[in-house]
């Protein structure tokens, strides 16, 4: 595609119930990254994806969170037992890899709500 | 280990003036640096990048950052800020582990 596409981009779930966010990189693009962002707060690196494989997890907050991706291409990242601490906007970038001067392509996130 | 220290979480400045937000970072290695800008309720944007070339590097909407290994800062500046400035602004390291590290962000307020 386009751009990096991230669904869906709203979610409202209740506290206790898993959820999961998609993200669909840019086509080529081996490395994949998700962040969190937490109103007011800057962007906290959760998981970084070197095609399927996941060299650093060191952001990953808790063993609730976890991500996977298939094909080289698209991402999965899932919250299990959702916690009112977990809403925010989780955000999906790409790039070409493993080139560090590239720059990174954002999707336009999934604001994720816990009620 | 990287990381980055963005000084200013909030800037003030009046319309026409200069823009100055402040950027240092730590990093093992020789790094990539980049600015992204974050309009309300918007996707990130690249504004500019710096990859060991030229030190001063220009980047859109007349945004410009130096880097200055010496003082490990790479500032962002633009000569008269617009009332379409006003966002939040990362300033973003990356090296040779691939990792993306983020600053906490700086709002800019644009007063008319």
């Known amino acids: 595609g386009a751009g990096v596409s991230q669904s869906p981009s709203n979610k409202v779930t209740e506290k206790g119930k898993d959820v999961e966010l998609r993200c669909d990189p840019i086509s080529g693009h081996t490395a994949l990254y998700w962040y969190r962002q937490s109103l007011g707060q800057g962007l906290e690196f959760l998981i970084y994806?070197?095609?399927?494989?996941?060299?650093?997890k060191s952001g990953l907050p808790s063993d609730r969170f976890s991500a996977e991706r298939t094909g080289g291409s698209v991402s999965t990242l899932t919250i299990q037992r959702t916690q009112q601490e977990d809403s925010a906007v989780y955000l999906c970038?790409?790039?070409?890899?493993?080139?560090?001067?590239?720059?990174?392509?954002f999707g336009q996130g999934t604001r994720l709500t816990v009620v | 280990a990287q990381s980055v220290t963005q000084l200013d979480s909030h800037v003030s400045v009046s319309e026409g003036t200069p823009v100055l937000l402040r950027c240092n970072y730590s990093?093992?290695?020789?790094?990539?640096l980049f600015w992204y800008v974050q309009h309300p309720n918007k996707g990130l944007q690249l504004l500019l990048k710096?990859?060991?070339?030229?030190?001063l590097v220009k980047g859109i909407n007349g945004f410009e950052a130096e880097f200055k290994k010496s003082e490990t800062s790479f500032h962002l500046t633009k000569p008269s800020a617009h009332m379409s400035d006003a966002a939040e602004y990362f300033c973003v390291v990356s090296a040779s582990d691939d990792k993306i590290i983020f600053g906490k962000g700086t709002r800019l307020h644009i007063l008319p």
């Open positions: 994806f070197q095609g399927n494989s996941a060299p650093d």
């Open positions: 970038a790409s790039r070409t890899g493993p080139r560090e001067n590239t720059e990174a392509f």
């Open positions: 710096y990859t060991s070339a030229a030190t």
């Open positions: 990093s093992s290695y020789s790094p990539s």
